[in-house]
């Protein structure tokens, strides 16, 4: 077994129904659109489009009774964003939901470690039926 293979860890979403869904992508999102002040600058530092970016904080918007992110047109000092205290708040609330998932699991983690085998070939992902492979 390889010393340097990563550990495994619990990946936290929340399902919204019918379609909407809350995960650490969005949540990295926030994040990085707290420290830029940017939609954009945050989607370039995922290596998304300004588009894709701007739809997920729009989807963020409409989950919740309030935004996540303001945002502001262009002017003198150009446009810009801000996450809103109810986004931190749901920053810090979902990055305590995930310490907690892995307390909460952290033995059973800890037996799949010992059990775990060598480590799958490179694009060799979970089968997830009815999907595409």
């Not at 370039?44 to 309030?66: G, P, T």
């Not at 801000?82 to 920053?91: A, S």
């Amino acid at each position: 077994m390889s010393e340097s293979r990563p550990d495994l860890r619990p990946v936290l979403r929340i399902d919204f129904p019918p379609a909407a869904r809350l995960g650490r992508g969005k949540i990295m999102l926030l994040e990085l659109i707290r420290e830029t002040g940017s939609i954009s600058a945050a989607g370039r530092a995922m290596d998304m489009s300004y588009r894709r970016a701007w739809l997920l904080v729009d989807a963020l918007n409409r989950m919740f009774s309030e935004p996540s992110v303001e945002s502001q047109r262009g002017g003198k000092q150009g446009g810009g964003a801000q996450v809103t205290p109810f986004g931190d708040t749901l920053i810090r609330r979902y990055r305590k939901m995930e310490e907690k998932t892995q307390a909460a699991i952290a033995e059973d983690l800890a037996w799949l470690e010992s059990v775990r085998g060598s480590d799958p070939p490179a694009g060799a992902g979970e089968v997830v039926p009815g999907k595409a492979q």
